[in-house]
């Protein structure tokens, strides 16, 4: 835990360098045309943002109007937990148990952890960066799908490889706006971190997210109930490479992290769930690691999106847009408004309702359904949207 708090200036260091960096260098490999259609987007956003890295102001109508919709009296009364400008909570003593704080006892409820046995939930966070184009395209060359945990202030800034990201078919989510503890924001700063990250999304590709991970895993049942509020699932992880430790200037190694993986796959034959680990797309060194060490998982796992772990098509709040599963929905649009067209596969019934989803995840007998799964896939998904 203390770790995790220690590393909150170092990664906020890291990100105001990462947004005030030069413009990323372009893609060497072509783009992929869009699965998922983006709106149009001339390069300046519409809407009116809080700056980068800046815990989101709170004093606006657009801010008023966002909790206005919101129902506080379902959302429990906990108070603000103080944390340090180096990260450290302060008092964590005094955090209820009835808080259930991951950060100070590792409390879950109702918060995604783990994926069915056999399967690797991919998740990357912090993005989009300047490193990005590099990930994104081996993600496209291994015809693979992930979940990207974005900053907002992230996205303004790196705002092409955002609307790659979502065109590719990515899960996009949501990560807050400045990457600060959620537990010690107050109610109205937490939503505005989500809705204004949110709105940058919606403008760039036309979607709105409805999967969050927050930032350090720092969660309590304040923050779950204005996520439920706000229609969000949370996303914390069972397995964690500490890869932002190799910032320049860290102390971890590319070994440790490559061991680390090593270490899992070893253990995999005896695992009782399936994993959702934690890696960033932070820096240059994180993205290395993730690319070296992606085949290995792949060969090992079925590796997809959260989402897609947790048999959820639509991890958009427009329902047109259907991302692909594990039981075999396939990624595409329903430009029909009451139709499922690209979710034939998926049996009624399947779809994951958002919450509640991860404890189920590990009685699910994935292994056996390995063959039958991925036949469908084969019948359903095209070669280039390829999921498992
Ligand atoms: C670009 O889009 C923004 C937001 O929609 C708009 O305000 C602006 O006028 C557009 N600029 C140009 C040059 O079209
Ligand atoms: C708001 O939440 C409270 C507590 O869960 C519930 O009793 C009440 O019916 C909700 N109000 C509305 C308008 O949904
Ligand atoms: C999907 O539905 C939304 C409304 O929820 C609509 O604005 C959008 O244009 C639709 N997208 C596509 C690609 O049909
Ligand atoms: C839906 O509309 C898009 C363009 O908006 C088009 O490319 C696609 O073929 C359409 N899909 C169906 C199933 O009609
Ligand atoms: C909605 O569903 C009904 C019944 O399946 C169908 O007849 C109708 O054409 C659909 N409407 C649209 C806009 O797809
Ligand atoms: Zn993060």
Not at 83 to 108: E, L
Not at 222 to 245: A, H, K
Request: hydrophobic share 40%; aromatic share 8%.
């Amino acid at each position: 835990m203390l770790a995790k708090q220690l590393s909150l200036a170092s990664i906020m260091v890291a990100l105001a360098s990462a947004a005030t960096a030069p413009a990323p260098t372009p893609s060497s490999t072509p783009i992929p045309a869009p699965l998922i259609p983006l709106p149009p987007f001339n390069g300046t956003f519409a809407g009116s943002y809080p700056p980068t890295f800046a815990i989101a102001a709170t004093s606006s109508p657009q801010v008023a109007k966002w909790m206005s919709e919101l129902n506080l009296t379902a959302v429990p009364d906990i108070p603000v937990v103080k944390v340090t400008s180096g990260g450290t909570i302060v008092s964590p003593n005094s955090i209820p148990a009835s808080a259930c704080d991951w950060s100070v006892d590792n409390c879950i409820n109702k918060d995604i952890t783990t994926c069915p046995v056999g399967v690797w939930g991919l998740s990357y966070d912090d993005g989009p960066t300047e490193f990005s184009p590099q990930l994104y395209d081996f993600l496209d060359k291994t015809n693979q799908k992930a979940t990207l945990f974005y900053i907002g202030s992230n996205v303004l800034t790196n705002w092409q490889s955002a609307r790659r990201a979502c065109g590719a078919g990515h899960q996009i989510a949501v990560h807050t706006w400045s990457h600060h503890y959620s537990t010690s924001l107050t109610n109205e700063q937490f939503v505005a971190e989500v809705k204004y990250t949110e709105m940058a999304i919606k403008e760039l590709c036309g979607v709105t997210p409805t999967y969050f991970r927050p930032p350090y895993g720092d969660i309590d049942n304040r923050i779950r109930g204005l996520l439920t509020q706000m229609g969000y699932t949370s996303v914390i992880w069972d397995l964690d490479t500490n890869d932002w430790e190799m910032a320049p200037g860290g102390k971890l190694s590319m070994q440790s992290v490559n061991s680390a993986f090593d270490a899992w796959i070893a253990k995999a034959p005896q695992d009782t769930t399936g994993h959702v680990c934690l890696e960033h797309e932070l820096y240059q060194n994180t993205v290395n690691a993730a690319i070296t060490n992606l085949p290995k998982l792949q060969k090992t796992w079925k590796t997809m999106p959260v989402a897609a772990c947790v048999n959820d098509p639509h991890p958009y709040r427009e329902k047109n847009i259907t991302l692909a599963t594990l039981n075999g929905a396939k990624t595409g649009v329903n430009n029909a408004s009451n139709t499922t067209v690209g979710n034939s596969a998926v049996s009624p019934g399947a779809s994951a309702t958002p919450t509640g989803t991860a404890k189920t995840g590990g009685s699910t007998p994935a292994r056996a359904l390995t063959s039958v799964t991925v036949a469908v896939a084969a019948a359903v998904i095209c070669a280039g949207q390829m999921l498992l």
